[in-house]
Each structure stands twice: as C-alpha cells, then as structure tokens.
Nanobody
Framework: QVQLVESGGGSVQAGGSLRLSCAAS????????MGWFRQAPGKEREGVAA???????SYADSVKGRFPISIDNAKNTLYLQMNSLKPEDTAMYYC???????????????????WGQGTQVTVSS
C-alpha cells in the first residue's frame, strides 16, 4: 500500500524559509510524477511544483524561483525548499504521486494516484 507522509511544516515569519518533506513508502512503480499542492482556508487547492522520474520540473508562477522541488530517490523522499516566504503562502501543503512520468505538471487532475494528509505552513507578516 502506497503511503505519502508530509512533514516540515510550521510557523515562520515573512522572508523566512522552511523545507517540506514527503516520505513515500510501498511505491511499486519505477516511474513517477510527484508534486506539491496547497490549500488555503476558503480557497481551492492549487498546484505548487512537480517533478518526474526523468528529472523534469514544473512550477506555479507564484513560487517560481522561490520554492525549488527536489527528490532523493535513495531515501524515497520528495522535498520542497520554501524560501522568501510570504503571508500568502500560508496553507496546508500536500504531496501527491502518480505512476506516469511525462507531462508532469502541478495540476490536480494530473494526479489520480496517491495523496498525503498534509502539513500546515503559516507565514506571519
């Protein structure tokens, strides 16, 4: 059974940094598209960043240049390094995985596989 467990969320002041982790277990496929999403109170869930097993990355315009996504295949862990945080980055952050690589974009419809339970990020001004 595939499990995705996020960690690393917390409270930080604007301009600060956090690193989110998503530990994957039980993943039986050799290819993947993995991504980060976020949902703020009262808003729809939105895509943040994605990476696939070919090394291709994709970012939402709102985080491009601030939130690099990476993956450590040896540790089966996905990361999101969040720099220059802003109050509008406050949200619950989720990771997701899909067995198909290619066309790997942070769109919710792209991920029909697996989702984590989320980790809260709060940025104060």
């Amino acid at each position: 059974q595939v499990q995705l467990v996020e960690s690393g969320g917390g409270s930080v002041q604007a301009g600060g940094s956090l690193r989110l982790s998503c530990a994957a277990s039980g993943y039986p496929y050799s290819t993947y598209c993995m991504g980060w999403f976020r949902q703020a109170p009262g808003k729809e869930r939105e895509g943040v960043a994605a990476v696939d097993s070919d090394g291709s990355t994709s970012y939402a315009d709102s985080v491009k240049g601030r939130f690099p996504i990476s993956i450590d295949n040896a540790k089966n862990t996905l990361y999101l390094q969040m720099n220059s945080l802003k109050p509008e980055d406050t949200a619950m952050y989720y990771c997701a995985a899909d067995p198909e690589s290619g066309d790997c974009y942070p769109r919710e419809s792209r991920f029909v596989g697996y989702w984590g339970q989320g980790t809260q990020v709060t940025v104060s001004s």
